[in-house]
């Protein structure tokens, strides 16, 4: 069984775009190092990416209009291409589980562990927590590449939270990295990725 990173909505429109979160810049480099690491291990990466139909989502009602399907908003931020066998998951609700694929494609690439990576931490980062604790994944939340709208203490109490009501692991991308480095690489990945170009 193996570990999948999870990369929640780093989208230009969250990282600089009209609803940017001010301390997502500053998770970038975490990410793309922790991604670079799995894919070195032949680990899945499973890019979470907000993506509304206007004028249909109800969620739009309450945030007003973001992450359009098809435009600029709704892509990953260039920094943090997905590459060839990477995935891409669209959601249209706070969790990266709800009327997704994600959870039949993380069974079949056998994956029994998420690591959540992205923004927000108190919102789409916690819902998809919470969806892959029902589930019975074991969750681990890296400290230091998640952010929060609201700070950086409001980024700490989302993590505490994920911890003692999902039983998540706290780790640095540092410690996830070590702790894959101490492993051996896992077989080869069944199948292409399903990254958009
Ligand atoms: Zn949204």
């Not at 670079?36 to 969620?59: M, S």
């Not at 969790?95 to 959870?103: A, E, R, V, W």
């Not at 989302?158 to 706290?170: F, L």
Request: glycine share 10%; net charge negative; proline share 3%.
């Amino acid at each position: 069984m193996a570990t999948a990173l999870l990369i929640v909505d780093m989208l230009n429109e969250f990282v600089s775009g009209k609803m940017r979160c001010d301390d997502a810049p500053g998770i970038v480099p975490k990410i793309k190092g922790l991604a670079d690491c799995f894919r070195k291990k032949g680990l899945p990466v499973v890019y979470i990416c907000d993506t509304h139909y206007p004028g249909v989502d109800r969620e739009l009602e309450l945030w007003g209009e973001h992450a359009i399907s098809g435009t600029w908003g709704a892509e990953v931020v260039d920094e943090l291409k997905p590459q060839g066998r990477d995935f891409v998951v669209r959601k249209r609700r706070y969790s990266g589980f709800f009327q997704t694929d994600l959870d039949l494609l993380l069974r079949e690439l056998e994956v029994d562990r998420v690591a959540l990576t992205g923004i927000d931490t108190n919102i789409c980062v916690r819902h998809t927590a919470a969806d892959a604790f029902f589930r019975g994944y074991r969750v681990a939340v890296v400290r230091d590449a998640v952010a929060s709208w609201d700070g950086a203490k409001a980024n700490e109490e989302g993590i505490r939270y994920m911890s003692e009501i999902y039983g998540a692991e706290v780790q640095s991308a540092e410690e996830i990295i070590e702790s894959l480095e101490q492993k051996g690489t896992h077989r080869q990945e069944k199948g292409q990725g399903g990254a958009n170009p």
